[in-house]
């Protein structure tokens, strides 16, 4: 072990253990920590550790964007301000319009399944966290919010912004999480196609403005402009979250399966506040309880539940009028709480 | 006592070379952007090599571990192995002009994305992109710029 560094004469300095004996030590102290991180049950504990000894170093590194934005938005003009006011209360129109419209299918869903008591919302909780460090290689499509275990953030907890899923809670650390994007290359969402109904499963690109549908056979329903909206199976996002649009479908003759790309609904990369959703599992909505999932984890089995396929079946007919009918309600049915 | 600020400096660089890896960036800048704190590390290594010793090579990749989500160890491993080549031929990669030394640095940092690629295989993320090995040719050829920066500070002291 010593006689690894002894040829370029560092004992002749005399100053402590050898450069090869010190990059052993530290070398097997890397392979350890390594050993220690792929086990499932000590990597929860030791990144709920590192996420807090992190968070202070994220804020810092992000404060001049947040800087920034806090300042053109204290100096936003007059102007500005008043059209934005303006098209929020036409937008505030429209979804208060959009509610009503809901209510009313509410009540005749209700009715149809022939229920005495109002189904419970979707949706139980809200909390809205901001983006403070985004990680967007190739590889990885990661965020980190300033929300965590002390806000009751959880792993696997689905992750929405105002237009679409974003992906779910990875690691959770005190007051910081860090959330896997379903553009991650390793994350896979089960969606529906709203249009007839087929369920597939949606893969990250490594882009952030892209979605791979690589299970689908050539000779599958599917068409560019598809909306993709999550499926409930999988146990971790609830149905009827707008997912994605179908962008590019290219079969070829020789191959079993199409070649399919999605665009995702949500603005993956320009993202400054998300919403962490908790939901009720005893609406129908929710996805079955599953196992928790690792972010890693292949595509789960589709779980024949006879609750959900009922629902799948029912938002699949409300559907065509417009996004998933539970995810507008729950949204304004959540607003009142912080 | 010199060397004792010579330490704080190689410090703070390091530090604010941890910065620029991890600083949020728009777009595609993120895949052209070199691995700051591998060639500070690799700079101090080589040229204050009893100052900053193994111990920065690992603390910095743990960092980086800590930072970018990656496997804990598999950064700090990758990193101190390159900076045990560093510490090893530092004398070599001196004496040499500054494009040749460039060189030198290619195939530390070809070395480091093996390391790295290796260590994803084996702990399951199979998945890999030929982008990474463009972080590898960017930072070869920022040697001089990194050099030029760094040994203000050096000279500094």
């Not at chain 1, 419970?120 to 983006?131: D, F, I, M, S, T």
Request: charged letters at 15%; one cysteine or more.
């Amino acid at each position: 072990m010593a006689g690894f560094g002894t040829s370029v004469g560092r004992p002749i300095y005399g100053r402590g253990p050898s450069p090869g004996l010190r990059f052993t030590v530290y070398a097997l102290l890397c392979l350890i920590l390594m050993y220690i991180d792929q086990r499932a049950r000590w990597s929860e504990r030791l990144h709920y550790g590192l996420e807090a000894a992190a968070y202070p170093v994220q804020v810092a590194v992000n404060s001049p964007a947040s800087a920034w934005h806090w300042l053109t938005d204290s100096f936003a003009t007059r102007g500005t301000l008043r059209a934005q006011n303006q098209q929020l209360h036409g937008q505030v129109q429209l979804l208060q319009l959009a509610v009503l419209r809901q209510q009313a299918l509410e009540r005749e869903n209700e009715q149809l399944r022939e229920l005495h008591h109002a189904l419970p919302p979707l949706v139980k909780k809200w909390l809205v966290a901001e983006v403070i460090g985004v990680e967007a290689v190739p590889l990885r499509q990661r965020l980190i919010i300033n929300k965590g275990a002390h806000d009751g953030v959880h792993i696997n907890q689905p992750v929405v912004d105002g237009s679409g899923v974003l992906g779910q809670v990875a690691h959770v650390g005190p007051w910081s999480s860090e959330v896997i994007l379903i553009t991650d290359p390793e994350h896979a969402i089960p969606v529906q196609i709203t249009r007839n109904g087929l369920r597939t499963i949606a893969i990250g690109s490594g882009n952030a403005d892209e979605l791979l549908l690589t299970y689908l056979a050539v000779n599958s329903d599917v068409k560019s402009g598809d909306l993709l909206t999550s499926s409930g199976l999988g146990g971790v996002f609830p149905a009827g979250y707008p997912v994605g649009r179908i962008t590019g479908v290219r079969r070829e003759a020789s191959q079993l399966v199409a070649q399919v790309q999605a665009e995702p609904a949500a603005r993956i990369d320009r993202a400054r506040e998300v919403m962490l959703i908790e939901f009720d599992s005893a609406s129908p909505a929710a996805p079955p309880a599953a196992p928790a999932l690792t972010e890693a984890s292949p595509p789960p089995a589709p779980v024949v539940n006879p609750a959900v396929a009922a629902d799948e079946g029912g938002s699949g007919s409300a559907a065509p009028g417009g996004h998933g009918p539970s995810s507008r309600s729950a949204r304004k049915k959540g607003k009142p709480h912080p | 006592m010199s060397e004792r600020e010579n330490l704080l400096v190689i410090l703070l660089t390091s530090l604010a070379a941890l910065v620029l890896n991890i600083l949020p960036l728009p777009g595609w800048l993120p895949v052209v952007r070199p691995a700051f704190l591998v060639l500070t590390v690799l700079y101090w290594s080589t040229m204050s090599p009893f100052v900053a010793g193994a111990a920065l090579g690992f603390i910095g990749g743990l960092a980086l571990d800590v930072f970018q989500g990656s496997l804990l160890g598999e950064h700090a491993l990758a990193l101190s192995f390159v900076t045990y080549l560093a510490l090893r031929f530092n004398l070599l990669m001196r004496a040499k002009p500054i494009f040749e030394q460039s060189l030198y640095v290619l195939v530390a940092l070809v070395i480091y994305e093996l390391v790295l690629w290796v260590i994803d295989g084996w702990s399951g993320h199979t998945l890999s992109s030929p982008l990474r090995w463009v972080h590898a040719l960017i930072g070869a050829l920022i040697w001089p710029v990194v050099v030029g920066v760094l040994g203000r500070f050096h000279a500094a002291r």
